[in-house]
């Protein structure tokens, strides 16, 4: 089973940009769609977006759309996600997450996790 690492977060104004990376080892991350999810404290895990095996394809919440980008780069086993103009109500704990599966945007879908990276936007 393919092993997730996130990297990249960290601190940032309002209206800045951070490039988070999703990088995978034991296994060949072009096999699976590639979700981001995102955790905030006291509040359930939610979807951001996922990119398909190919990346060629992509989906995202309302919420970011238009602000965040997905990519990826097979040859690199890395897949990124790009975040402007953040806002704070961006600030959670950001996943990446692997699933066989297409562009599905469920938790439930996506049976391996990374361990997260924290995003803080301040004001």
């Known amino acids: 089973q393919v092993q997730l690492v996130e990297s990249g977060g960290g601190l940032v104004q309002a209206g800045g940009s951070l490039r988070l990376s999703c990088a995978a080892s034991?296994?060949?991350?072009?096999?699976?769609?590639i979700g981001w999810f995102r955790q905030a404290p006291g509040k359930e895990r939610e979807f951001v977006g996922v990119?398909?095996?190919?990346?060629?394809?992509?989906a995202y919440a309302d919420s970011v759309k238009g602000r965040f980008t997905m990519s990826r780069d097979n040859a690199k086993n890395t897949v990124y996600l790009q975040m402007n103009s953040l806002k704070r109500e961006d600030t959670a704990v950001y996943y990446c997450?692997?699933?066989?599966?297409?562009?599905?945007?469920?938790?439930?879908?996506?049976?391996?996790w990374g361990q997260g990276t924290q995003v803080t936007v301040s004001s």
């Open positions: 990119i398909n095996r190919s990346g060629g394809t992509t």
């Open positions: 997450a692997a699933t066989w599966r297409g562009l599905v945007t469920g938790t439930s879908d996506f049976g391996s």
């Open positions: 034991g296994g060949t991350l072009g096999a699976y769609s």
